[in-house]
């Protein structure tokens, strides 16, 4: 089983600004819980890869294209969750946080289907999925590690990073001896970026899960076969030194990852670029489900539709709409099993469910110039009766704006398809929300909404 624990990241004052390495160190976090890791995982892989690639004697660009691509090899995590929830008939981020901690040959790999697959489904769920892997598993393997690997490149680019960025994150998953996915390329025509970024990921996931001795272990026996055989040579020398072991576990380890070379060079994080992080990382958040694509970007565009009928001013505006397009980050921590789940949610699924809006509001609390629209954000569950989640507000004190994301959220939800349902009219989508006004539902953002729909502003 995967652990979990909070990781906290203390933002710095640059003259009022956040750096870029803070505020996607922050998101990280959101990274690891898809990928059902020890939280900090994005944050250790990044100092060890950094660390190798300082000693090949990298600096400036070179340098800081490594750290973006170790720190964000995660990217494109989320668009593979719910078909590895399928295809493996269980939870998404116990089998990817297991995955990870399997031996290098080929019966390692065997041995995990055998013990994954299907664990606590129907024995005959389990059986067709056991001989769909064994008939399909090249296909079925090639088509999740591609999606992964080529929408984490397209994040990166949207994110304004450099084709070596994406490249590096294209490459993560293939092996130095050409037995990785989704490409099959081998040695050095695989980017250097993503050599470095897989060694730092297999040195953290079994020194986090095992110990230091074990994360040494597995760098050796993949040395020449999964992993470039310089690079495992320079880790063990660098792993040698006194204090490397130590600092991986230091409660500060992101600021002092912050103030690396490739974090300090100078990167303009101004209100458009906010804007791209944003989408961007909505995009991560919407590819968890197939159900959700486009959820993110229309709540953020309902909620401004609302917003502006209501004549909030545009600053104001530009942070819902920001708030809105995030409102579901938390959700990535949340296994694909229970996202996709076609009936009701049992009381432990509904509770692990309802952490998400806890999970937003820590995210985007972490992040200096996204903090004041973290509670906006993680509120939108709240009801104005006081019976929403997860804290119980009520009309006393939740903000306007967590009104206008649950009017604009709900409309969505009840206008596109889901797991267990259809997509309604929006006629019946309003008569619904009309049945809710003062109870879950703000009169004044109901009757915006209602305009807007009239209006065709949706459209």
């Not at 946080?97 to 390692?108: A, C, N, R, S, T």
């Not at 040195?203 to 095992?210: G, H, I, L, T």
């Not at 670029?273 to 959700?292: E, H, M, N, Q, W």
């Not at 809710?436 to 539902?441: I, L, R, S, T």
């Amino acid at each position: 089983m995967y652990q979990s624990r909070q990781f906290s990241f203390k933002q710095n004052d640059h003259d009022g600004q956040s750096r870029l390495s803070e505020i996607l160190g922050a998101f990280s976090y959101a990274l690891d819980l898809t990928e059902g890791q020890l939280a900090g995982h994005s944050i250790r892989a990044c100092w060890i890869g950094t660390q190798v690639a300082k000693a090949l004697g990298l600096n400036g660009e070179a340098l800081r294209d490594i750290y973006y691509a170790v720190l964000l090899k995660d990217l494109g995590c989320s668009s593979n969750a719910a078909r590895v929830s399928e295809m493996f008939v269980g939870d998404d981020r116990v089998l990817k946080h297991d995955f990870k901690l399997i031996g290098p040959q080929p019966e390692d790999f065997g041995a995990f289907v055998g013990a994954a697959v299907g664990v606590d489904a129907d024995p005959e769920i389990r059986d067709q999925a056991l001989a769909n892997l064994a008939e399909n598993v090249g296909a079925i393997m090639t088509e999740i590690m591609g999606t992964r690997c080529s929408r984490g490149a397209d994040i990166a680019r949207q994110l304004r990073f450099s084709e070596d960025v994406a490249e590096a994150i294209a490459h993560f998953d293939e092996h130095w001896d050409g037995s990785g996915l989704p490409l099959g390329i081998a040695g050095t025509d695989i980017h250097l970026g993503g050599r470095i970024a897989l060694l730092a990921q297999v040195a953290d996931v079994f020194y986090s899960a095992k110990g230091k001795d074990a994360a040494l272990a597995e760098v050796r026996d993949r040395a020449g076969s999964w992993l470039d055989p310089e690079l495992c040579a320079i880790f063990e020398k660098l792993s040698e030194a006194s204090g490397f072991w130590e600092e991986l576990a230091l409660d500060d380890l992101p600021e002092q990852l912050f103030a690396l070379e490739p974090a300090v060079q100078f990167v303009t994080v101004d209100e458009d670029y906010l804007d791209d992080i944003s989408f961007a990382f909505g995009r991560v958040i919407d590819a968890k489900s197939p159900y959700t694509a486009g959820h993110s970007e229309r709540v953020g565009m309902i909620a401004d539709r609302i917003a502006d009928k209501m004549g909030m001013k545009e600053d104001r505006r530009r942070l819902l709409r920001r708030a809105a397009i995030l409102h579901d980050v938390g959700k990535l921590g949340v296994s694909s099993k229970i996202l996709e789940k076609p009936g009701k949610l049992d009381s432990g699924e509904w509770e692990v469910m309802q952490d998400h809006a806890v999970h937003t509001t820590n995210i985007l609390g972490q992040i200096g110039v996204m903090s004041d629209m973290a509670m906006i954000a993680g509120s939108h569950h709240e009801r104005l009766d006081g019976k929403g989640y997860p804290l119980g507000l009520d009309d006393r004190s939740i903000a306007m704006e967590s009104r206008i994301i649950t009017v604009a959220d709900i409309y969505d939800a009840l206008t596109t398809d889901r797991p267990y349902r259809s997509a309604m009219s929006a006629e019946k989508a309003m008569a619904i929300l009309q049945g809710e006004v003062g109870v879950a539902v703000d009169q004044r953002c109901f009757e915006a909404l209602r305009d807007v729909v009239a209006q065709g502003l949706l459209q």
